[in-house]
């Protein structure tokens, strides 16, 4: 081989190495959620603290502010079992690779987190370990809370301290092998936990940043809303496009027009949080319904406000199985309206449990939450959340509706071949474009949720 053919395979084989290289650091460095805001600083050289509890907060107690703190970050949701005592675990997540149940997070000593110190608590809430040293699963959103301020994580600790102790131990994990190796978590976090404060991003306005830390740091709405990769972090190339959480999928919140909520004002933006319901768009229902109902319904005007904010400047990002939502009511007569797709069984359904309270057209003049058209789980082609919504119902405590009688559950009246031919025939009548989900897809999600 000449000299200057051992140069070349040499220059080749560096070039190759060197994109084998980038394209593995490009699988693995993830954006974090706010890098597509622009520059960031330390909080301490940023002017307008955006941590803690807001300005006009009424109380200054650390208690108080530890439990607005506590509802703003959901803690509620996830660590209490259905008619279980609040906060003291046992809720099962059905993942694909198993089951885990959440802990007592009551100031029991034996079974809850009684004996921890304000340390202990600390290390938790930002590195994601327990009292133990052991690391926990991500199903915790730690890597969102590791944006907390230390001063904020005490104060929710006080909250969970003042709470009266329950005596409880949740079920053990039955994960399989090897997603039940804990250990495997510490390379998990070393890769996908940021392991920092919130950073102010400067050329923001001072509500902005206060959007940002509600959404990202307490919120936690990437946990729902953004895709994961293969290794369960968040995709923020992606962010806001859409997930699923038991079954259930939570819509992509990006700003684009067709896919996303680009086309929602903020006035409606506002109400879907502070109710669960927006006149033009639909109501919450599922886990959102229940993060309105713990979290978001409770948060101060000024800070819904900074919310919405935020999330309306999230940039555009297209999920493309999802249509642009129809808006033209359907015809007012049930044998008109294309029905290619969904049989006849779907249309008896509807017309002797639905149209009662739905109408035929999608949009009820007299009962103005019943509309369906415009809605975006109307629209979604996999039709999963309409059948969830038959399953499940409304969630019974939002906010009141002034509407006569809340969307009932049908899970124990309906087949999953019943509730799988009404759900087609509800998409198909009033979305964009025909769904065709099967009974064996409704038994899953009844399993899923
Ligand atoms: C999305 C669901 C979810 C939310 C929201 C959530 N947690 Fe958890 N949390 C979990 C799960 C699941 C575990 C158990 C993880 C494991 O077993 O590795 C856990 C574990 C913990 C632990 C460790 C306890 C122990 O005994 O090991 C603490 C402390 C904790 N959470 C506190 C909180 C606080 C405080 C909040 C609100 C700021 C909160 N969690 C919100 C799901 C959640
Ligand atoms: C526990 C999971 C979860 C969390 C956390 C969550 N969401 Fe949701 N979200 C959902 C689900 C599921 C839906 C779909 C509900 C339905 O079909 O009725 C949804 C729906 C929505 C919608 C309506 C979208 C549409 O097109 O109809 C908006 C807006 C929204 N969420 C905003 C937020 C914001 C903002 C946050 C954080 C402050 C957040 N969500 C946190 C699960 C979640
Ligand atoms: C007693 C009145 C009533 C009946 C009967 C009823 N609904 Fe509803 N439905 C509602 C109301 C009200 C809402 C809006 C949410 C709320 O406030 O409960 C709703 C919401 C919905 C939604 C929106 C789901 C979402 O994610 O936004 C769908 C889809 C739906 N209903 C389908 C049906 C189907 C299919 C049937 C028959 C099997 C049915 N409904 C029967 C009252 C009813």
């Not at 991003?201 to 919120?219: Q, T």
């Not at 680009?262 to 927006?278: D, F, I, K, M």
Request: net charge negative.
């Amino acid at each position: 081989m000449s000299a200057w053919t051992g140069k070349r395979v040499g220059i080749a084989v560096g070039a190759l190495v060197i994109v084998g290289l980038a394209v593995l650091a490009w699988a693995a460095i993830r954006p974090g959620p706010l890098d597509f805001a622009g520059r960031t600083v330390s909080l301490a050289e940023y002017g307008d603290d955006p941590t803690g509890v807001p300005a006009d907060f009424p109380e200054t107690d650390i208690v108080a502010r530890g439990r607005y703190l506590a509802e703003a970050a959901d803690c509620e949701a996830c660590h209490t079992a259905p008619g279980g005592a609040p906060f003291a675990g046992g809720l099962a997540f059905r993942t694909d690779f198993g089951t885990l149940y959440s802990p007592n997070i009551t100031p029991d000593p034996q079974t809850g987190i009684g004996s921890w110190t304000d340390e202990d608590f600390l290390r938790a809430m930002h590195e994601g370990v327990n009292k133990d040293g052991e690391y926990l699963y991500p199903a915790f959103p730690y890597p969102s809370y590791t944006y907390l301020s230390n001063e904020d994580v005490l104060a929710i600790k006080a909250y969970l301290f003042s709470l009266e102790p329950v005596h409880n131990t949740a079920p053990e994990n039955e994960l399989r092998f090897p997603y039940n190796q804990r250990w495997l978590m510490n390379i998990w976090a070393k890769l996908y936990n940021p392991n920092t404060r919130f950073q102010p991003v400067p050329d923001r306005s001072a509500s902005w940043n206060r959007g940002a830390y509600l959404a990202e740091a307490l919120g936690h709405c990437g946990d729902c809303h953004t895709p994961r990769t293969p290794l369960q972090s968040l995709d923020n190339r992606r962010k806001f496009a859409g997930g699923v959480v038991d079954g259930w999928r939570a819509y992509n919140i990006s700003s684009d027009e067709q896919s996303g909520i680009g086309s929602w004002t903020a006035e409606e933006l506002t109400q879907y949080l502070r109710t669960g319901h927006s006149l033009d768009r639909g109501s919450a229902f599922g886990p959102m319904a229940l993060a309105v109902h713990l979290s978001f319904q409770k948060l101060t005007t000024s800070d819904v406000n900074a919310l919405v904010e935020y999330i309306r400047s999230v940039p555009a990002v297209v999920t493309p199985d999802m249509p642009a939502p129809k808006l033209d009511p359907a015809p007012d007569n049930p044998s008109e309206g294309v029905v290619a797709n969904a049989d006849s069984h779907g249309a008896d359904i509807y017309a002797g449990m639905c149209s009662g309270c739905h109408g035929w057209t999608g949009v009820n003049p007299y009962v103005p939450y019943t509309v369906l058209t415009g809605n975006r789980a109307v629209n979604d082609p996999t039709a999963a959340n309409v059948a969830l919504a038959v399953i499940h119902g409304a969630h019974p405590e939002l906010p009141s509706t002034g509407a006569v009688a809340r969307m009932p559950a049908f899970g124990h009246v309906l087949s999953d071949f019943d509730i799988a031919a009404v759900s087609n025939y509800v998409v198909e009548r009033f979305g964009a474009k025909p769904s065709s989900i099967t009974e064996a897809d409704v038994r899953r999600l009844r399993e899923a949720g």
